[in-house]
């Protein structure tokens, strides 16, 4: 448009863009809980008052990218009846068109001169929201309630007074009411701070100006994407991933899979031949199933897009969830694991097909999740306490022309969840760290390498207890590689009890006693392309960083590579790679603990 200069909208842009990262970083230092604070387990924005999306900030794709349900239920809910100085909880993933129970999220609808003109958000995952376990993921409740306490669009606040009798009923029900108040504090206090600054910048520049601004905005990221879409050739692509399990009906994989159709500059992202909803607790609700399948297309978008995505970005991307499945699953289906398990698979689905539509940007899996939660008492304080972390879990897949970074974490967050601070896990919990380290060749082989997994190990100090391992993945389902590429290996947790390794897999409940080690061994990322067509450099350079072993240099990519001096033997390694590759996989002795690669299918 040519009534609004350049300066201006670009100034107003940038305004909204940096007041959501403002907020991140505010609820993350106000907050104390060791999943909001360390963790960074938490997601906010800004959308306009009919739900259209002003700015994406960093964040948990499955708490923000489907936010304009949740306002649509919000304003379902109230009608006419919101004011300034509102504040609205909500948690329910039927009601409130939300995530899953741990994740509440805060809204604020934002007046200007009396007028509605925006929303604002910050949800967060709780340290408790009632239920069978601490934590909020036991794979075998029977329905939605008994996984938590259930919050529809409830108001919390009134001009900015607070209903003490609704938040103290609310507390009375989680198991650490003065923890999760706190952060709740934290979050209130992010969404007002929005308010003042979206005053600020309306005041500034007038409404009518700052609302063309965004029209203006939202329009460029459309015009932008379907640019992005039309050079996709028109067709079907397909793909799907898999979790091992629904926590109900053990070792029986729940599959996610996709149909995506390109049609000039427009999408179509189809799930219908996805699993039915289960019983057990992978079920991923519809907004945040459609969350995730969207945030998912858009890094395989032109990055330079990636700060600038907001509502328009949206409007050429339709989502089909079958009412009745695991990405759209009805009242009062369990949905406890939903952002990691089904929602997990989602986002590597969606990479799956679109890697036969974009090769030139191709991205291999992620490494599976091996969260769990661990619910004892602390000798030191005699209180209970229940822990969690993402520190265990894999690394980045490759993308073509990139290696898998080795420590990005989750897929579904992104990477913008954050593994923990050693020393601060081992203040808050009885646990000891006795190792946390990528390991030797736990990852997916191609001409770019997945990021390296992980080996963790830890030792309860503390009392005897119980680990829901409900998050876990990976241990029958790996990611897969793309275009000749490896697949993100197996990944396993044991217990050590007397010297002696236990199996624990996904979506179980087990017992952990004082002195328990707890091992977790975790898949790295897929690769992409044949491992024989990497540089021999980079090979090396990986046996140098311990990330590749002398003999998988050897055996998966054909490169001879002297352990000591870590050059390349060229007269060898052409010898090598003249022949028929053979068929390697990377597998984990259970009795040792040890990473080794052995021929394929051989165990």
Same mark, same amino acid.
Request: net charge negative.
């Given at each position: 448009?040519?009534?609004?200069?350049? +300066?201006?909208?670009?100034?107003?842009?940038?305004?909204?863009?940096?007041?959501?990262?403002?907020?991140?970083?505010?609820?993350?230092?106000?907050?104390?809980?060791?999943?909001?604070?360390?963790?960074?387990?938490?997601?906010?924005?800004?959308?306009?008052?009919?739900?259209?999306?002003?700015?994406?900030?960093?964040?948990?794709?499955?708490?923000?990218?489907?936010?304009?349900?949740?306002?649509?239920?919000?304003?379902?809910?109230?009608?006419?009846?919101?004011?300034?100085?509102?504040? +609205?909880?909500?948690?329910?993933?039927?009601?409130?068109?939300?995530?899953?129970?741990?994740?509440?999220?805060?809204?604020?609808?934002?007046?200007?001169?009396?007028?509605?003109?925006?929303?604002?958000?910050?949800?967060?995952?709780?340290?408790?929201?009632?239920?069978?376990?601490?934590?909020?993921?036991?794979?075998?409740?029977?329905?939605?309630?008994?996984?938590?306490?259930?919050?529809?669009?409830?108001?919390?606040?009134?001009?900015?007074?607070?209903?003490?009798?609704?938040?103290?009923?609310?507390?009375?029900?989680?198991?650490?009411?003065?923890?999760?108040?706190?952060?709740?504090?934290?979050?209130?206090?992010?969404?007002?701070?929005?308010?003042?600054?979206?005053?600020?910048?309306?005041?500034?520049?007038?409404?009518?100006?700052?609302?063309?601004?965004?029209?203006?905005?939202?329009?460029?990221? =459309?015009?932008?994407? /379907?640019?992005?879409?039309?050079?996709? %050739?028109?067709?079907?692509?397909?793909?799907?991933?898999?979790?091992?399990?629904?926590?109900?009906?053990?070792?029986? %994989?729940?599959?996610?899979?996709?149909?995506?159709?390109?049609?000039?500059?427009?999408?179509?992202?189809?799930?219908?031949?996805?699993?039915?909803?289960?019983?057990?607790?992978?079920?991923?609700?519809?907004?945040?199933?459609?969350?995730?399948?969207?945030?998912?297309?858009?890094?395989?978008?032109?990055?330079?897009?990636?700060?600038?995505?907001?509502?328009?970005?949206?409007?050429?991307?339709?989502?089909?969830?079958?009412?009745?499945?695991?990405?759209?699953?009805?009242?009062?289906? &369990?949905?406890?694991?939903?952002?990691?398990?089904?929602?997990?698979? +989602?986002?590597?689905?969606?990479?799956?097909?679109?890697?036969?539509?974009?090769?030139?940007?191709?991205?291999?899996?992620?490494?599976?999740?091996?969260?769990?939660?661990?619910?004892?008492?602390?000798?030191?304080?005699?209180?209970?306490?229940?822990? &969690?972390?993402?520190?265990?879990?894999?690394?980045?897949?490759?993308? &073509?022309?990139?290696?898998?970074?080795?420590?990005?974490?989750? +897929?579904?967050?992104?990477?913008?969840?954050?593994?923990?601070?050693?020393?601060?896990? =081992?203040?808050?919990?009885?646990?000891?760290?006795?190792?946390?380290?990528?390991?030797?060749?736990?990852?997916?082989?191609?001409?770019?390498?997945?990021?390296?997994?992980?080996?963790?190990?830890?030792?309860?100090?503390?009392?005897?207890?119980?680990?829901?391992?409900?998050?876990?993945?990976?241990?029958?389902?790996?990611?897969?590689?793309?275009?000749?590429?490896?697949?993100?290996?197996?990944?396993?947790?044991?217990?050590?009890?007397?010297?002696?390794?236990?199996?624990?897999?996904?979506?179980?409940?087990?017992?952990?006693?004082?002195?328990?080690?707890?091992?977790?061994?975790?898949?790295?990322?897929?690769?992409?392309?044949?491992?024989?067509? /990497?540089?021999?450099?980079?090979?090396?350079?990986?046996?140098?960083?311990?990330?590749?072993?002398?003999?998988?240099?050897?055996?998966?990519?054909?490169?001879?590579?002297?352990?000591?001096?870590?050059?390349?033997? =060229?007269?060898?390694?052409?010898?090598?790679?003249?022949? %028929?590759?053979?068929?390697?996989?990377?597998?984990?002795? =259970?009795?040792?603990?040890?990473?080794?690669?052995? %021929?394929?299918?051989?165990?």
């Amino acid at each position: 448009m040519t009534d609004i200069d350049p +300066i201006t909208l670009s100034t107003v842009w940038h305004s909204f863009q940096t007041l959501v990262r403002e907020m991140r970083h505010m609820v993350t230092r106000t907050s104390q809980s060791y999943l909001m604070s360390q963790l960074k387990d938490v997601s906010v924005g800004l959308w306009l008052a009919d739900g259209s999306t002003v700015a994406m900030p960093q964040g948990l794709l499955c708490q923000f990218m489907g936010t304009k349900f949740a306002i649509q239920a919000v304003k379902e809910q109230f009608g006419d009846d919101l004011h300034p100085g509102d504040v +609205i909880l909500t948690n329910d993933p039927y009601k409130g068109m939300t995530v899953h129970l741990p994740d509440w999220g805060f809204i604020r609808p934002i007046f200007f001169e009396g007028e509605l003109l925006f929303f604002t958000l910050v949800r967060g995952h709780q340290q408790d929201t009632g239920g069978s376990f601490p934590g909020g993921y036991f794979p075998n409740s029977i329905d939605i309630h008994a996984e938590g306490l259930c919050i529809p669009p409830t108001k919390v606040f009134e001009n900015d007074k607070e209903r003490t009798d609704v938040m103290k009923l609310i507390w009375n029900n989680v198991r650490w009411p003065e923890a999760v108040r706190v952060d709740n504090y934290a979050m209130v206090a992010t969404t007002r701070f929005a308010e003042k600054r979206v005053h600020e910048v309306l005041r500034r520049y007038g409404k009518e100006t700052v609302m063309a601004c965004i029209k203006e905005m939202l329009d460029r990221s =459309e015009r932008a994407v /379907r640019a992005e879409i039309s050079a996709i %050739p028109d067709g079907t692509y397909s793909g799907q991933a898999a979790t091992d399990d629904d926590g109900t009906i053990l070792d029986e %994989p729940v599959w996610v899979r996709v149909d995506i159709t390109v049609k000039g500059d427009a999408i179509t992202v189809d799930f219908s031949r996805s699993d039915a909803q289960r019983k057990g607790f992978v079920n991923c609700p519809f907004a945040a199933s459609y969350a995730i399948a969207v945030g998912s297309m858009m890094l395989l978008f032109d990055p330079a897009l990636a700060d600038y995505h907001n509502e328009g970005s949206l409007r050429p991307i339709t989502v089909i969830t079958p009412p009745g499945s695991v990405v759209h699953p009805l009242y009062p289906a &369990t949905v406890g694991a939903a952002p990691v398990n089904v929602g997990h698979q +989602i986002a590597t689905s969606v990479h799956d097909a679109l890697a036969k539509a974009r090769p030139n940007r191709a991205m291999a899996a992620w490494g599976k999740r091996r969260g769990d939660y661990v619910s004892s008492i602390d000798p030191r304080s005699g209180r209970p306490y229940v822990r &969690t972390t993402f520190d265990y879990d894999g690394s980045a897949g490759a993308v &073509t022309g990139h290696d898998g970074p080795t420590g990005p974490l989750s +897929i579904g967050s992104l990477a913008t969840v954050m593994r923990s601070n050693a020393e601060e896990m =081992e203040i808050r919990f009885p646990w000891r760290l006795l190792k946390w380290e990528a390991a030797t060749d736990l990852m997916g082989a191609g001409r770019w390498r997945g990021g390296g997994g992980i080996e963790w190990r830890a030792t309860n100090e503390g009392s005897d207890g119980r680990m829901a391992t409900g998050s876990s993945d990976g241990d029958m389902t790996p990611g897969d590689g793309i275009q000749g590429g490896y697949p993100s290996p197996f990944s396993r947790t044991f217990v050590l009890r007397d010297g002696k390794p236990i199996r624990v897999k996904p979506h179980r409940m087990v017992e952990i006693k004082t002195g328990d080690t707890v091992v977790k061994i975790s898949g790295g990322g897929g690769g992409v392309g044949n491992p024989t067509d /990497r540089s021999p450099e980079l090979v090396a350079l990986d046996v140098k960083n311990e990330m590749v072993s002398v003999d998988s240099a050897r055996k998966v990519y054909g490169v001879a590579v002297d352990p000591v001096s870590f050059a390349v033997n =060229e007269t060898e390694t052409k010898r090598l790679r003249a022949q %028929p590759p053979g068929a390697w996989e990377v597998s984990i002795d =259970e009795q040792k603990l040890t990473v080794e690669v052995i %021929p394929a299918h051989s165990h």
